[in-house]
């Protein structure tokens, strides 16, 4: 079955970028998303981050923080990333703003706060196609190594889902299994568009 995924993290750079290019490289029909109020990046101090707006394409970050401090921003592996999404995507795109977008059949978020965004937007949306999305949160740290690891899993988990004829009668299994495969513990919800 060909499933619609939404990969959501905080700011659509990293953990969700990561799983989006993955995804995207297998055929998927991937989008991503971040549902912060900025999209904000690692600057030279834990207090001086850099903060966009969301819809700023990827390559003015890159050229910014070039020009700031290419060293620094190559070193803490910033500028690799903006380089990987630029081939992803123009932009990061809030969450939400995305009903536009029409419905998933799955969003897959990497952090509980995420997590409980996403199911708090959807609510609040008028549910006029009762179509169902299952919401799935894999916790994921937010940084690089951590988040090529959850791209990995993500990918898999996708696999999974996609393999079977409706995920609706057999979620309980497949989460259980992904659960003892990979020792990571998920939330999921299933709600309605």
Same mark, same amino acid.
Request: charged share 30%; hydrophobic share 35%; glycine share 6%.
């Given at each position: 079955?060909?499933?619609?995924?939404?990969?959501?993290?905080? !700011?659509?750079?990293?953990?969700?970028?990561?799983?989006?290019?993955?995804?995207?490289? &297998?055929?998927?029909? $991937?989008?991503?998303?971040?549902?912060?109020?900025?999209?904000?990046?690692?600057?030279?101090?834990?207090?001086?981050?850099?903060?966009?707006?969301?819809?700023?394409?990827?390559?003015?970050?890159?050229?910014?923080?070039?020009?700031?401090?290419? &060293?620094?921003?190559?070193?803490?592996?910033?500028?690799?990333?903006?380089?990987?999404?630029?081939?992803?995507?123009?932009?990061?795109?809030?969450?939400?703003?995305?009903?536009?977008?029409?419905?998933?059949? $799955?969003?897959?978020?990497?952090?509980?706060?995420?997590?409980?965004?996403?199911? &708090?937007?959807?609510?609040?949306? %008028?549910? $006029?196609?009762?179509?169902?999305?299952?919401?799935? %949160?894999?916790?994921?740290?937010?940084?690089?190594?951590?988040?090529?690891?959850?791209?990995?899993?993500?990918?898999?988990?996708?696999?999974?889902?996609?393999?079977?004829? %409706?995920?609706?009668?057999?979620?309980?299994?497949?989460?259980?299994?992904?659960?003892?495969?990979?020792?990571?513990?998920?939330?999921? !919800?299933? !709600?309605?568009?």
């Amino acid at each position: 079955m060909k499933l619609r995924y939404a990969m959501v993290c905080s !700011s659509n750079q990293n953990r969700s970028m990561e799983a989006h290019f993955l995804l995207k490289r &297998e055929g998927f029909d $991937v989008a991503s998303y971040g549902t912060g109020q900025h999209v904000k990046l690692p600057g030279p101090s834990i207090r001086e981050p850099n903060v966009y707006d969301f819809g700023t394409p990827y390559k003015h970050m890159f050229d910014d923080l070039r020009r700031k401090d290419l &060293e620094l921003y190559k070193r803490n592996g910033i500028l690799p990333m903006l380089k990987r999404n630029l081939g992803v995507k123009l932009a990061p795109q809030r969450w939400q703003e995305n009903a536009a977008d029409g419905p998933f059949d $799955v969003v897959l978020t990497f952090e509980e706060k995420v997590f409980d965004l996403v199911l &708090e937007d959807i609510h609040n949306r %008028n549910q $006029v196609l009762l179509k169902p999305v299952l919401v799935i %949160n894999l916790e994921v740290k937010d940084n690089h190594e951590e988040a090529a690891v959850g791209g990995r899993q993500a990918l898999l988990l996708c696999q999974e889902l996609d393999a079977t004829e %409706n995920w609706e009668d057999t979620i309980d299994d497949i989460i259980n299994n992904f659960e003892k495969q990979h020792r990571r513990k998920l939330l999921y !919800s299933i !709600s309605f568009y």
